[in-house]
């Protein structure tokens, strides 16, 4: 099991941007798979990003394709968010999957962070 940190998370106006970073600690992502997905109240968890253990293929939602960038180094997954929504504010989850394939569905991921808020005003 790794344990993930979300962080970056915060408030913008609508247009801007932000980075969010998970973190992982107590193993290294190794040959892991890692997704973003996020959720508001009421609503099942999203998928937003994903991206191989390789880095080689990335994955994006419908909603988010060309705004939102995903990529990461050895120990850290990063979100790259820009021209922000009021219809992406939501809790953002980092996810990794036991796997060398990606996933775009929520069961497919074994372990999960805390979250970190995003809230985008217009």
């Known amino acids: 099991q790794v344990q993930l940190v979300e962080s970056g998370g915060g408030s913008v106006q609508a247009g801007g941007f932000l980075r969010l970073s998970c973190a992982a600690s107590?193993?290294?992502?190794?040959?892991?798979?890692m997704g973003w997905f996020r959720q508001t109240p009421g609503k099942e968890r999203e998928f937003v990003a994903a991206?191989?253990?390789?880095?080689?293929r990335v994955y994006y939602g419908d909603s988010v394709k060309g705004r939102f960038t995903i990529n990461r180094d050895k120990n850290t997954v990063y979100l790259q968010m820009n021209s922000l929504k009021p219809e992406d504010t939501a809790v953002y989850y980092c996810?990794?999957?036991?796997?060398?394939?990606?996933?775009?569905?929520?069961?497919?991921?074994?372990?999960w962070g805390q979250g970190t808020q995003v809230t985008v005003s217009s």
């Open positions: 996810a990794a999957r036991h796997s060398i394939t990606a996933a775009t569905t929520t069961n497919l991921y074994d372990d």
């Open positions: 991206i191989t253990w390789s880095g080689s």
């Open positions: 107590g193993r290294t992502l190794g040959t892991y798979s």
